[in-house]
């Protein structure tokens, strides 16, 4: 029987063994690694905490297993908006992008954390086509000068919908203001913490 990355395999036309799969790949999640270090570099960049800029190592927050609820993920406990709405947010180094479901989504998919709403965030703003954020994006859709966000999983799952900045709040650590972040409008799946 084949494992899913001996199948994996078999479907890749341009990777013919098992070698050359894992070094592309170890390079793709290289590129992935660069790309969240600078964003997350971008988006701190003047953030001033006691006037000193944050530094990556300075921002932690709670990470939990989701072992206990039949879910092979980690979860960080982040706070998003202002004021503040806290959330369990899957560590996902295989997309660039972080989502979350939103309360304009249709066919969500069940949570027990609330659905985000941010029609009462004051930190809320939908990236125009034009920033640099969007224009980072790839694909990358506009509507309306409104940014949209997709990402497609190897898994078949996918999440679409607005991309806006918000603050984000690293636990006790600091926060930081204007983070880009995907607001998924059609329920397109993914693991969400249930306690």
């Known amino acids: 029987m084949l494992s899913e990355d001996d199948y994996s395999i078999h ?11 894992t070094l ?13 270090l600078a964003k997350l570099n971008f988006a701190i960049s003047g953030t001033n905490k006691s006037n000193s800029v944050y530094k990556v190592e300075d921002l932690t927050t709670p990470v ?7 879910i092979e993920e980690y979860f960080a406990g982040v706070g998003l908006g202002t004021p503040v709405q806290m959330y369990h ?4 180094t295989g997309s660039d992008i ?3 479901q939103c309360q304009q989504c249709f066919n969500c998919y069940q949570q027990t954390e609330p659905i985000y709403d941010p029609s009462g965030s004051s930190s809320y703003n939908v990236l125009p086509c034009t920033s640099q954020q969007c224009e980072s994006l790839y694909p990358r859709n506009c509507l309306s000068n409104q940014c949209l966000y997709q990402v ?7 999440t679409n919908g607005n991309f806006v900045t918000k603050t ?28």
């Open 89 to 92: 947010m899957v560590i996902d």
């Open 98 to 100: 972080t989502w979350l």
């Open 24 to 36: 592309a790949r170890l390079a793709r999640d290289s590129h992935r690694v660069t790309s969240l």
């Open 168 to 195: 984000i709040l690293f636990g006790n650590s600091g926060f930081v203001l204007s983070v880009a972040i995907g607001e998924d409008e059609e329920g397109g799946g993914g693991w969400y913490f249930h306690e």
């Open 11 to 21: 479907r890749d036309q341009h990777h013919h063994d098992y070698e050359s799969l």
């Open 64 to 70: 939990t297993s989701g072992f206990f609820q039949g």
């Open 152 to 158: 497609l999983y190897g898994d078949g799952s996918s």
